[in-house]
């Protein structure tokens, strides 16, 4: 069973900064695009940024400028820095990630994360 647990998010003031971090486990046999969307209350939920299996990212303009989207295949391990950030990037973060397992390939979504930032 893949999971894929995410950290790193809480109550930050506006102007700061914060460090998302989501491991995937369970019987990965490889792991290609990986990424980091969000959901604001009453919204939908929004890319904000992904990286594909050769280190190839993509930002929301929202995002660019000020967030950084990286990854570390030797933990199964995708991050997010968030700098400078603002009243409007509140949050739920939720990160995807597209896993090859038993021969399957299929998206799988971690639980979420609360980023909260304070004006």
């Known amino acids: 069973q893949v999971q894929l647990v995410e950290s790193g998010g809480g109550l930050v003031q506006a102007g700061g900064s914060l460090r998302l971090s989501c491991a995937a486990s369970g019987g990965i046999f490889s792991i290609n695009a990986m990424a980091w969307y969000r959901q604001a209350p009453g919204k939908q939920r929004e890319l904000v940024a992904l990286i594909t299996s050769g280190d190839s990212t993509n930002y929301a303009d929202s995002a660019k400028g000020r967030f950084t989207i990286s990854r570390d295949n030797a933990k199964n391990t995708v991050y997010l820095q968030m700098n400078s950030l603002k009243p409007e990037d509140t949050a739920v973060y939720y990160c995807?990630?597209?896993?090859?397992?038993?021969?399957?390939?299929?998206?799988?979504w971690g639980q979420g994360t609360q980023v909260t930032v304070s004006s």
């Open positions: 995807l990630a597209t896993i090859t397992r038993a021969l399957m390939t299929r998206n799988y």
